[in-house]
């Protein structure tokens, strides 16, 4: 069975103090690794997919990177904005998409 | 457009009542999917419809009960529902196959019921 494991469970950050939160994963025959944003009563905003060890992606702030058991989303020098729940998933051979508990991100000014 | 749509938003219901939820898409996929989230907790896959058809039902109690009408629709009836269903419903598109892709979320149904 696919899992994933987040962590820390939540992360408080001073604006402008740069960070890292941890998506490690055991899944039979990765197809691809996905960091989605989630703000309080929304769907899951799509961030990433990353597919293979040593990949990396960027968008503003946001850097994910993946290796062949765990992935990292790096924030640099968040804003108060960047304050949400950061979701990991992963699908496998079986196709499911499987979610990580999530990591809760507040960022004070 | 690459948006998914939910309605309503918010919705409460006593235990005895039949309400439905709808999503739809235009996006052109062809998966589509129910996803119940409580607080707190990640989202839990409930349906899948792939070519508008059923292909997975995580053991979800028949109080539940999903519709693809045409492609780009998606519903889920709820009958005798318990105050333990009490959750965000999300629906959520892709192409089919798509292992590969992000899925497409919609902004989720608040359901409550009393």
């Known amino acids: 069975e696919d899992q994933v494991t987040q962590s820390p469970e939540a992360l408080r950050l001073q604006e402008g103090e740069s960070s890292s939160l941890n998506c490690s994963y055991t899944v039979s025959g990765l197809r691809g690794l996905f960091w989605y944003r989630q703000d309080p009563g929304k769907g899951p905003e799509f961030l990433f997919t990353?597919?293979?060890a040593g990949e990396e992606k960027e968008k503003e702030r946001l850097k994910a990177t993946l290796t062949k058991k765990e992935s990292f989303l790096h924030i640099t020098a968040p804003k108060p904005e960047d304050s949400a729940t950061y979701l990991c998933?992963?699908?496998?051979?079986?196709?499911?998409?499987?979610f990580g508990k999530g990591i809760t991100l507040s960022v004070r000014p | 457009d690459t948006e998914v749509t939910q309605t309503p938003k918010h919705l409460v219901m006593g235990m005895t009542n039949k309400k439905s939820l709808k999503c739809e898409q235009h996006?052109?996929?062809?998966?589509m999917y129910w996803y119940k989230q409580k607080a707190k907790k990640p989202p839990e896959l409930m349906f899948v419809?792939?070519?508008?058809?059923?292909?997975i039902n995580e053991s979800v109690p028949s109080r539940f009960s999903p519709e693809c009408p045409n492609s780009s629709l998606l519903n889920l009836h709820l009958h005798a529902l318990q105050p333990e269903d009490s959750a965000l419903y999300l629906c959520?598109?892709?192409?089919?196959?798509?292992?590969?892709?992000?899925?497409?979320f919609g902004s989720g149904t608040r359901l409550t019921v009393v």
């Open positions: 998933a992963v699908t496998g051979a079986n196709s499911k998409l499987t």
């Open positions: 419809y792939s070519y508008e058809k059923l292909s």
């Open positions: 996006m052109g996929h062809r998966a």
């Open positions: 990353l597919y293979s």
């Open positions: 959520a598109s892709s192409p089919v196959g798509a292992a590969n892709y992000g899925y497409t």
